[in-house]
């Protein structure tokens, strides 16, 4: 009872600290209207490009290898859903790794008294990126929801966020290792621009791929859980081993990303020394 007190009493501290992190984003990001909203526009272009090819692959009546056309807004709107989580929370905290490693940020990070992976990968929240992309994700959302005849009910629902939540802890976990090597290797970053370029391939339904590929997406690195099998789940296409997966991988993946994190910490020097 005593560690469940203690435990809680952690949860609220850093939920609390969090609070504190959006706060002070949404402060400094609002001192600046002009970059915010310009922001906002240049995100509401790719969106614009992204909606283009969903309307003409719907347009087309093209099976998708068993899924009907219209379905692919179901991934489209799923897949900017999990854009909006990644671009808002995880991306920049990701990308400025390599510069709190070179420039000394990191050796200020660890004298604060708060988890480092806590103050280094969540840190900062982009609300420019993320605006559009919700908005845009739950209407197309809810059209390809009409368009497929998808049955609205508890199951339904509470299954596609659950496999949401399951993809934003695939997220954090797949794409932060990649940016973890920039602390014991110079050119880390290159791998992390990899699987930034990866991330597009989770737009499209994962069964427009070949078999290898499918595997890799799934079981390897796994960027098809990310919102491929939230839409799965919604048109029972999911099948049985996909969806204890979808809640295993989440678990087994930051675990790993964990044990990654602990290990090269410790090998860590200061940027000073």
């Not at 400025?96 to 990191?106: A, H, Q």
């Not at 609300?127 to 390809?144: A, E, Y």
């Not at 890799?216 to 999911?238: E, H, Q, R």
């Amino acid at each position: 009872m005593e560690k469940l007190k203690k435990a809680l009493k952690t949860l609220k501290r850093y939920g609390f600290i969090y609070l504190i992190f959006i706060k002070n984003c949404l402060i400094r990001q609002m001192e600046y209207p002009a970059n915010f909203f310009l922001s906002m526009l240049l995100e509401c272009c790719f969106l614009g490009a992204k909606l283009v090819y969903t309307f003409l692959i719907s347009n087309t009546n093209v099976n998708l290898n068993g899924l009907p056309s219209d379905s692919i807004f179901i991934f489209t709107g799923s897949f900017l859903l999990m854009t909006g989580f990644y671009m808002a929370f995880f991306y920049f905290n990701f990308s400025n790794i390599k510069e709190y490693v070179t420039d000394g940020s990191l050796d200020i990070f660890i004298t604060k008294p708060v988890s480092l992976q806590f103050m280094t990968t969540l840190r900062y929240v982009d609300f420019s990126t993320m605006i559009p992309n919700f908005i845009g994700g739950i209407i197309i959302l809810v059209v390809g929801w009409q368009k497929s005849g998808v049955e609205v009910s508890f199951v339904k629902v509470a299954g596609y966020i659950g496999y949401l939540i399951s993809g934003v802890v695939i997220t954090y976990s797949v794409m932060l290792a990649p940016q973890l090597l920039n602390f014991i290797i110079i050119k880390g970053y290159a791998l992390g621009e990899i699987a930034d370029a990866l991330w597009d391939s989770n737009s499209m339904p994962m069964s427009i791929y070949s078999k290898p590929i499918k595997i890799i997406g799934t079981y390897v690195f796994p960027l098809f859980i990310l919102s491929n099998f939230s839409s799965l789940f919604v048109l029972d296409k999911l099948g049985a081993v996909n969806i204890i997966w979808g809640i295993a991988a989440p678990v087994l993946f930051f675990f790993l990303v964990r044990l990654l994190w602990k290990n090269i910490i410790k090998k860590y020097s200061s940027a000073s020394s």
